[in-house]
């Protein structure tokens, strides 16, 4: 079958997204194959030479002995078809993923439904919160089991204008030692929308972000989202060298071939990286997890999100091994959106979060009912979503290394795998820092 009959070919996200027919969903990137090594890049020339684009790309593109060498061919008329052709002849193949800013029955049920048993009644679950369409965002309802949302392309942005919060004063970092810390994601807020307290961030201006990129007075879908993360971290653990890059687009999209680019070319070179946003995959993210291992053999963590479709299935790169997979809490227990299960490693807060936004941004929302304005931002912002709960555990991460002077791997054993912490089932240690 080709893309064009494909019923995932466009549902409303554009030309450079697909999502795979069928009740285990994944998106990848349509006309697009990753293959491993020189065997891998000899059959797919011997299948498909005639239907490629060019030559095929070396991913990482760099010469780097440590890292599994993968290849990007672009041009397949139907890459999924081409992976299972090349599986059949021992090759490790795989669409080019995509993953997004953040069922099944495999588990037991979701952790706050087991919460709530123990909590007869409890108000939080009653909350209108819960059934707000900020749920239904692609922060809150991953595209792979939304119908409606792979019908009609990403949602609005459901980040809610926030004032300050109290700030502590004096001395803004008590560390030992400097901790460098990577930010993947939107982008940073672009001069005159970035507030001044993150101008010693680390970026360029190819990765920058602004509110509104098609000038309709609109916030993106995911607008925001990678200055409210380095902002947080900033927040939680003042003093660490934050860099901050671009690798997803303002609908909160990337690709795996960028992030395996990205992971090899930092590995080494800062602690940890924060990555809030993660997909599902046709099998298993290989380019993807050897990056990660390349980057934990260089003492580089990584730390991901571990979406929000309250599902159990696993979420790449959240599930990885040698990543801290991360669920989110509120404050009356699990948040009924965060997915959950086994290969979830930590929980943090990651309801109504609250963290710096876009300096200066007015759209065309208007308040109902002599409310707020629903999009008035003045440097600050409130979000949910386990894109947020994640920042809260690298930092953590980061202030017991900056504390104690130790390695990224030895604050992960103090921070999750110390076995006398405190553990939700299915949710991981529970992480909080104030």
């Known amino acids: 079958m080709s893309e064009a009959s494909d019923p995932g070919a466009t549902m409303g996200w554009g030309p450079d997204v697909r999502f795979a027919p069928g009740p285990d969903w994944f998106a990848y990137r349509p006309g697009e194959l990753l293959v491993g090594g020189e065997v891998g890049r000899e059959a797919t020339l011997r299948r498909f030479e005639s239907q490629l684009d060019g030559d095929p790309e070396r991913v990482p593109a760099e010469s780097n002995p440590e890292a599994a ?4 061919f672009r041009g397949l008329v139907d890459p999924v078809a081409a992976v299972e052709v090349l599986r059949s002849e021992g090759v490790v193949a795989q669409p080019n993923h995509l993953l997004f800013a953040h069922g099944c029955g495999c588990c037991a049920p979701h952790p706050a439904r087991r919460w709530q048993g123990c909590l007869p009644g409890h108000p939080m679950y009653a909350s209108p919160m819960y059934a707000s369409p900020m749920y239904a965002s692609p922060m809150y309802a991953s595209p792979m089991y939304a119908s409606e949302m792979q019908a009609a392309g990403p949602r609005r942005n459901s980040a809610v204008p926030a004032i300050a919060p109290p700030l502590p004063s004096g001395a803004r970092s008590t560390m030992a030692r400097t901790v460098r810390v990577a930010v993947l994601d939107t982008g940073m807020a672009a001069d005159g929308q970035r507030p ?5 961030m ?3 201006q190819q990765h920058w972000e602004v509110p509104d990129v098609n000038g309709d007075l609109r916030l993106e879908p995911a607008a925001g989202h990678g200055t409210f993360i380095a902002g ?3 927040l939680v653990a003042p003093g660490c060298e934050i860099t901050v890059e671009r690798v997803l687009s303002s609908d909160g999209v990337g690709d795996e071939a960028a992030l395996v680019a990205r992971l090899h070319a930092l590995a080494g070179t800062v602690d940890l990286i924060n990555l809030s946003f993660g997909g599902y995959s046709m099998e298993r993210m290989h380019a993807l997890a050897a990056a990660v291992a390349v980057a934990a053999t260089k003492g580089t963590v990584v730390v991901a999100s571990a979406g929000n479709d309250g599902s159990c299935r696993p979420v790449y790169p959240a599930a990885l091994p040698g990543v801290v997979g991360v ?5 009356g ?4 959106f965060s997915n959950y299960g086994p290969w979830v490693r930590a929980c943090a807060p990651g309801v109504d979060i609250v963290s710096w936004f876009f300096a200066d941004f007015d759209g065309v929302e208007v308040a109902a009912g002599g409310g707020s304005d629903p999009d008035r931002f003045r440097s600050w912002a409130r979000w949910s979503g386990t894109s947020f709960a994640a920042p809260i555990v690298t930092a953590a991460l980061a202030r017991a290394m900056g504390t104690y002077d130790v390695s990224a791997a030895k604050a ?3 921070v999750i795998d110390n076995p006398a912490l405190l553990r939700l089932p299915d949710l991981g240690t529970l992480v909080n820092v104030s």
């Open 412 to 414: 992960v054993e103090r």
């Open 69 to 72: 060498v993968f290849y990007r």
């Open 333 to 336: 227990g699990p948040a009924p």
């Open 196 to 200: 001044a307290a993150l101008d010693g």
């Open 232 to 234: 947080l971290i900033d």
């Open 202 to 204: 680390s970026f360029s």
């Open 327 to 331: 669920g989110a809490v509120g404050p």
